[in-house]
Each structure stands twice: as C-alpha cells, then as structure tokens.
C-alpha cells in the first residue's frame, strides 16, 4: 500500500465537500435538536435492553440528548460533518486525517448498508422522522460515497491507516459496553448484554469489526485502481503528445 496522497484538491472537490457538509451538519443538528425535545414519536414497542423510556418534557431532555449521541448512526454522521467541512476548507488531510476520511467513510457505509438491510423493511415513519431518517441514512451516505469517488482524496493508505481507521469504532464499542453495564441500556440490539449475553455480543463485535476492515480493504483496492487508472490514461496521453 503507498503512503503518498494526492495533492489538495480541486476548487470543484472542495465545493462538493463543502455541499456534503451542509447536508451531514442539517442532518446532525436536526436529529438532535427533535430528539432532544422529544419530537419522535415514540415506537410501540420498547425491547427491554435497549434504548427509551425516558421521562416526558424537559426532564427527559439530557437522557434523550445523551441516546441521540451514542447511537453508530449519529456518530458515523459526525465523523462525515468533520471530514468534509475540513476538505471543503483546507482541501487536504495528513496521515491522521486520511485514517479519519476512511474511517468516515467505512461508517457511513456501514450506516447505509445495515439501514437498508436489516431497519428499513420493517420500519414505518412519521412526522420528523420521514425527512430526517432518510437524510441521515440514505442522502448523507450517497452523497458523501460519491464525492470521495470522484474528488478523491487519493492514495495516503497504508496498513497503519487501517488500523488508525478503526480506533473510533474500537472507542465506541468500549464506551457503548461500559455505559450499558451502568445504565442497562444499549442502542442495538447486537449489543444487547441484558438480553443476549456478553459472549454473543463479543462475537457481534469481532464480527463487525472484521466486517469494517473488509470495508475499508475494498475501498483502499478501488482507490488503488483509480489512481493506476489515472496514471495510465496520463502516461498514454503523453505518448500520444509526443507522437503528433
């Protein structure tokens, strides 16, 4: 894997960041704002274990707020609010930031994949949730995957990147396991200690962070071809300038 990235990015590529910022920040800000003050409506059916049930009004607002905040979804949107509005301003990232894009990227995806997968046949909407939902789930990904395909940033991939990458997830599973063990309450079910046991959630998340470095491996090989792509197209229009 190379270690070099591109350089800074296009006036058009900075734009498009700058667009997929404002769309990721409208997302974030509004799913916290309405869930904050207790917009949703509540679902039908609480699965022991998981999140809800906090008190109606004000007095609800900090658990609310603290939920709406520690769901993969919220944070996955976060992480693609910072990297793009750092692209749209700067154009560029170092090795840290190339690990940050990535992981922004791995969770974005991961968000899109298991929405459509696994909550989107079987949920029904209402209300706020009929705008915010798919924005968060559906435009935010597909713009934020589209923009990274053509604007790049390209190359900067290593192994070390890979590992990098998967410390926010690494944090958010401790910070999901330890603050259920103190308020018995989880934000998915896979995660469910009350229900399923410390041993299958261990699996779970062996499983899903093997699934996150497959992810990111795929995306680092489509990176690796663009870029050959690229360098090949340009090392044959040279042949070609020199033939005339």
Not at 29 to 38: E, F, N, R, V
Not at 110 to 126: F, K, M, N
Not at 183 to 197: A, D, K, L, M, S
Request: proline share 4%; net charge positive; with cysteine.
């Amino acid at each position: 894997m190379t270690s070099t990235i591109s350089p800074s990015l296009s006036r058009r590529g900075r734009a498009s960041y700058a667009a997929v910022a404002a769309l990721a920040w409208a997302g974030v800000a509004s799913m916290i704002i309405i869930s904050t003050l207790g917009g949703y409506a509540p679902p039908t059916y609480y699965e022991e274990g998981l999140f809800g049930g906090a008190a109606y009004g004000w007095a609800g607002a900090p658990q609310r707020l603290v939920e709406c905040l520690s769901y993969f979804t919220e944070l996955s949107n976060v992480m693609v609010v910072l990297v793009s509005t750092v692209l749209s301003r700067r154009g560029r990232v170092g090795r840290w930031g190339r690990a940050a894009h990535l992981c922004a990227l791995m969770m974005i995806t991961v968000t899109a994949v298991v929405y459509a997968v696994l909550i989107a046949p079987t949920e029904t909407l209402s209300g706020f949730a009929l705008v915010t939902y798919p924005l968060q789930h559906i435009v935010v990904p597909i713009a934020f995957v589209g923009v990274v395909a053509l604007a790049g940033p390209r190359g900067g991939i290593t192994w070390g990147t890979l590992g990098r990458a998967l410390l926010i997830p690494a944090v958010w599973v401790a910070y999901t396991l330890a603050r259920g063990a103190l308020v018995h309450q989880y934000p998915y079910g896979f995660v469910n200690v009350w229900r399923i046991g410390y041993a299958q959630v261990g699996v779970n998340i062996v499983a899903i962070l093997s699934g996150a470095l497959v992810f990111m491996g795929f995306f680092a090989a489509i990176d690796w071809a663009i870029r050959r792509t690229k360098r090949a197209e340009a090392i044959s229009s040279g042949d070609g300038a020199e033939g005339r």
